[in-house]
């Protein structure tokens, strides 16, 4: 388990403008076409795959439900400069900026009450995604983990990540973590457009449902988490879904 110390990334030349020769406009136009492919045609391309196979999707509901195997608290990073301004979906792997330090400690004065609770507290290996878990979870007794499943859906630059090697590199404590061995040296998608993405997440389904743990915390995206939750977390925002993998259909309430 990381210390309560908040972890400092290491900046790279690469990392001040992933895109240095594209105007940030272009980057945009881009994230428009992706979220286009994501939401209209790959989403319902697996609704249908899920009904044509029957396939049973975990119940996520709020409160508690009867035959719920698990509490799942999904929590969105803090505040970087890609969320502050469009130009900023050029930077490669942001970390938080001043306004989600500020969130983070806010996160940690809402979750230190219920600290205990947590069995696994399972992190995107994205640079902002760890800082928030660091900060938010500090004096968490739980176990730790990286789980690149847990990566934002791939839409603008800021959504690649850095290699294995950088990570540790720049979070040296990343090697108490669970899943750093098994973490591929380029873990984030590379392709214009994650064809797969609705397949990730039916993955990512499939591995909470599996995990023995009663009470996890992931913490990840708002573009990915959107596809679980059907709404868009604000930055630091946190859902706490009761999670039935037994069940055929989901639904979903904010609390």
């Keep these: 388990m990381l ?20 105007h940030w406009t272009v980057v945009v136009l881009h994230q428009l076409l992706r979220e286009i492919v994501y939401l209209l045609i790959l989403g ?30 999904f929590v969105r990073h803090g505040q970087g400069d890609h969320n502050a301004s469009l130009k900023g979906w050029k930077l490669c792997d942001p970390p938080l900026n001043a306004t989600g330090e500020d969130q983070v400690r806010a996160l940690a004065d809402q979750m230190k009450p219920r600290l205990k609770e ?43 990540g850095r290699s294995k090697s950088e990570l540790l590199q720049s979070f ?21 457009i994650e064809w797969d993405l609705m397949s990730r997440v039916e993955q990512l389904e499939d591995w909470i ?32 879904v009761d999670w039935d993998a037994s069940a055929a259909k989901v639904t979903t309430t904010l609390v």
């Design 172 to 192: 040296p404590q990343l090697v108490r973590w669970k899943g750093i061995d098994e973490l591929d040296e380029v873990w984030w998608s590379t392709s214009f």
């Design 44 to 73: 319902p391309v697996y609704q249908l795959k899920w009904a044509i196979t029957c396939r049973k999707r975990p119940v996520k509901a709020a409160g508690s439900v009867p035959g719920c195997t698990k509490r799942v608290c």
């Design 118 to 160: 947590f069995e696994l507290i399972v992190v995107s290996p994205l640079t902002r995604a760890m800082q928030t878990a660091t900060g938010g979870f500090a004096g968490a007794k739980a176990s730790w983990m990286l789980q690149p499943l847990l990566r934002e859906r791939m839409g603008a630059p800021c959504d690649t």
């Design 3 to 22: 210390s309560s110390a908040k972890l400092v990334p290491a900046k790279r030349a690469s990392q001040a403008c992933c895109v240095r020769y594209c």
């Design 209 to 240: 449902s599996a995990r023995p743990e009663k009470t996890i915390a992931v913490v990840g995206h708002g573009g990915l988490f959107s596809r679980f939750l059907g709404h868009h977390l604000k930055n630091c925002g946190y859902q706490w």
